[in-house]
């Protein structure tokens, strides 16, 4: 089973802040990465797939890149509306999740 | 619109069955492989399973082998999870959700574009 590990947990920061969150694969997953976002109470929204496609409808701060089996999700800044908690998740070999990354206001 | 509404979440206890269900609409549900996905209270979200667009092919994760069955009836465009033997860990929030590409067959693999809004089930006595 791949095996996705997430950081950091919880990461506090301010509207107009650059953040980034990384995701790093126990094995390869041919760029097999997709990020959401998850709200209290509402379900996971798909923000980018195929590790830097970004989904329809999703604002262009968010990006994602990857360099081998390490991945990372920027945002180029932050807004209000962007405090929530961001899951990656591989489909290389079935599914798998990251743990997630609270954002807080600091 | 393109929706996905669950229902059938309850208290359940330990060793009983249950059966969920997530109609769709706004779509050409017969078109896309279909997945449910569970969240504990206060944890990260967990693949189940996956049923592709025919209704031929199906994966679950080890932890549901042979408790759960994945289903759907492409003519009254609706997905069902039967979950029999339930345990105290399977209590969670279950959303159905859609797969981004048509026709989906086994591989490549693909996310989940479109969620419903999730159903709860409680296994406790």
């Known amino acids: 089973d791949i095996q996705m590990t997430q950081s950091p947990s919880t990461l506090s920061a301010s509207v107009g802040d650059r953040v980034t969150i990384t995701c790093r694969a126990s094995q390869s997953t041919s760029s097999r990465l997709a990020w959401y976002q998850q709200k209290p109470g509402k379900a996971p929204k798909l923000l980018i797939y195929?590790?830097?496609s970004l989904e329809s409808g999703v604002p262009s701060r968010f990006s994602g890149s990857t360099s081998g089996t390490e991945f990372t999700l920027t945002i180029s800044s932050l807004q209000p509306d962007d405090f929530a908690t961001y899951f990656c998740q591989q489909y290389n070999s079935y599914w798998t999740f990251g743990q997630g990354t609270k954002v807080e206001i600091k | 619109q393109v929706q996905l509404v669950e229902s059938g979440g309850r208290v359940v206890q330990p060793g009983r069955s249950l059966r969920l269900s997530c109609a769709a609409s706004g779509f050409i549900f017969s078109n896309y492989a279909m997945y449910w996905v569970r969240q504990a209270p206060g944890k990260g979200l967990e693949w189940v399973t996956i049923i592709s667009y025919d209704g031929n092919i199906k994966y679950y994760t080890d932890s549901v082998k042979g408790r759960f069955t994945i289903s759907r009836d492409n003519s009254k465009n609706t997905l069902f999870l039967q979950m029999n033997s339930l345990r105290a860990e399977d209590t969670a929030v279950y959303y159905c959700?859609?797969?981004?590409?048509?026709?989906?067959?086994?591989?490549?693999?693909?996310?989940?574009?479109?969620w419903g809004q999730g159903t709860t089930v409680t296994v406790s006595s």
């Open positions: 195929d590790a830097s």
């Open positions: 959700a859609r797969d981004l590409r048509v026709f989906w067959s086994g591989y490549p693999n693909y996310p989940m574009d479109v």
